[in-house]
């Protein structure tokens, strides 16, 4: 059935512009826009239903396209302890930071899993966010692992909401690996990626590249396994220091590299050859209270793609707010207001690989868009949290 959406303003985030359609109507057939275009060129037939948006701004939804939504336990007082004076070393030293998740994830039942996750899904979506990628990553055994993909495929099964899997299996060195890095990237690229992928769980792998986890030549291997197994890439990289990560991320044709602190102009032309999407996560930035900028000028002039998402994860962005984050993206990482939003449609499409079908408000599209009771596309980076007034549409249906 056709659906007729009208009385409305689009910012279409058509070529990561708001490419603006004043006074627009949006026309829409099962899961998908038909057409869409200025009101007065409305193509004549029968709509046997129509909306009245009630001079709404209408965007694509947000894509979320990094977070870590699927985790068990809670490490606030990890939080409180570091705004006490307490490091991240000794706080690690104790069998906390990572390790702690690891252990709370491995114990929690799939339900669990779920149950927890859910809620945390459920706030960004309340942000009108369509599209979500989770990372496994606090598993790191073969067992965790698969129950943490399979807690991410459930979760895109049962929430009205479009979920992309992205197996982490390299995120960090489990206790069982003790010194043995080798070892363990041997194990993920000889067993766990194989048995994973054959059970249908991955859309994606990814890796962290950093001095406190794994090589650049570690990485690699991990990659090679990917690329035999038919699966995109995607790589943490330059967060903390500079390893040239994102420049080996280029080489694999890697859908994107995210943090990008410490990235060098040399990486973002290896970047922009390959386009692969710079990923930034002002969430990280903040907690962390880095003072490093990513170099947003070598990314402007090179033409790099920059997709903004939350990272939402228990240790350095336990950020629930996706539009938060773009007002972080703007205020801490000099972005405007219209890069903040393409970097959370169409670019972060891009960085799922889904910017065929996903990511701009144009004909043949899914009809994934929230329609927004604000004055202008800048208020979705100006106001601080909130629940702004709107009406979502997934698959060309009205949410709740």
Avoid at 197 to 202: D, F
Wanted: with cysteine; net charge negative; hydrophobic share 45%.
């Amino acid at each position: 059935m056709k659906t007729l959406w009208q009385n409305c303003h689009a910012a279409t985030m058509a070529q990561g512009a708001y490419s603006i359609i004043e006074d627009a109507a949006i026309v829409t057939q099962g899961e998908h826009i038909q057409w869409i275009g200025p009101r007065a060129e409305l193509p004549v037939g029968d709509y046997p239903a129509i909306n009245d948006l009630k001079g709404a701004w209408v965007t694509p939804g947000l894509i979320d396209c990094h977070t870590h939504a699927v985790f068990g336990g809670n490490r606030s007082g990890e939080f409180e302890q570091r705004l006490q004076g307490v490091s991240y070393a000794d706080i690690a030293a104790a069998g906390g930071g990572i390790a702690s998740t690891v252990r709370a994830t491995r114990a929690a039942s799939e339900d669990e899993l779920f149950a927890s996750a859910a809620k945390r899904l459920k706030s960004l979506m309340r942000d009108g966010v369509t599209t979500v990628e989770i990372k496994s990553g606090y598993g790191l055994d073969l067992p965790s692992e698969s129950k943490m993909l399979r807690v991410i495929r459930r979760l895109g099964a049962e929430l009205p909401v479009s979920v992309r899997s992205t197996c982490l299996a390299a995120h960090a060195l489990p206790p069982e690996y003790k010194d043995r890095a080798d070892d363990y990237i041997e194990h993920i690229c000889a067993e766990m990626l194989p048995a994973l992928a054959a059970e249908g769980l991955v859309d994606a792998v990814d890796a962290f590249c950093e001095y406190l986890a794994f090589s650049p030549e570690q990485v690699e291997r991990v990659f090679l396994t990917a690329q035999r197994l038919g699966l995109p890439v995607k790589l943490h990289a330059e967060q903390l220091s500079s390893l040239h990560g994102s420049s080996l991320a280029a080489r694999y044709q890697a859908l994107s590299a995210d943090h990008l602190e410490f990235m060098t102009e040399d990486d973002a032309k290896a970047m922009a050859e390959s386009g692969t999407v710079a990923v930034l996560l002002p969430g990280a930035f903040y907690f962390l209270r880095e003072t490093q900028l990513p170099p947003m000028d070598a990314l402007r002039k090179h033409g790099v793609k920059i997709a903004v998402a939350s990272d939402l994860n228990p240790g350095t962005s336990p950020a629930l707010s996706l539009r938060l984050m773009l007002n972080m993206a703007c205020t801490c990482l000099r972005l405007t207001p219209e890069e903040a939003l393409a970097g959370a449609t169409i670019h972060a499409a891009q960085a799922l690989g889904m910017a065929q079908t996903h990511g701009s408000l144009e004909a043949g599209k899914v009809a994934d868009f929230v329609a927004w009771h604000i004055d202008r596309p800048a208020d979705l980076s100006y106001w601080l949290g909130g629940d702004l007034e709107k009406r979502v549409v997934r698959h060309g249906v009205e949410i709740d």
